[in-house]
């Protein structure tokens, strides 16, 4: 049974860092893409980042490039994103993905498995 658990979410002030994480379990991880999403009260999932099989291709959704960065670490069948200089419309409910074509994408569609989020709230 594929499992994506994620950790790290939490409240946090504007200007701040967060590291989420995303432990990956039933699936071959070293040949999956990852990739993170948020989705905001009342709004639609929207891309964050994504990470390919080899670490590396990423990409970034244009509101986070240069303040988020995603990586992976195989040993431990886990994605982060390290979030920095927070703004409050970060704040969302955060849901990493797995796809099973191990390359990079930021449609949405194309992501085999979810997890079941982590909020973060940026204060002003």
Do not use: H
């Not at 994506?4 to 071959?28: D, H, K, M, N, Y």
């Not at 929207?46 to 995603?70: K, L, M, N, P």
């Not at 195989?74 to 927070?86: E, P, R």
């Amino acid at each position: 049974q594929v499992q994506l658990v994620e950790s790290g979410g939490g409240l946090v002030q504007a200007g701040g860092s967060l590291r989420l994480s995303c432990a990956a379990s039933g699936l071959p991880f070293k040949s999956y893409a990852m990739g993170w999403f948020r989705q905001a009260l009342g709004k639609e999932r929207e891309f964050v980042a994504t990470i390919s099989w080899s670490g590396g291709q990423t990409d970034y959704g244009d509101s986070v490039e240069g303040r988020f960065t995603i990586f992976r670490d195989d040993a431990k069948s886990t994605v982060y994103l390290q979030m920095n200089s927070l703004k409050p419309e970060d704040t969302a409910v955060y849901y990493c993905a797995a796809d099973a074509t191990g390359f990079a994408t930021t449609r949405i569609n194309r992501y085999d498995y979810w997890g079941r989020g982590t909020q973060v709230t940026v204060s002003s």
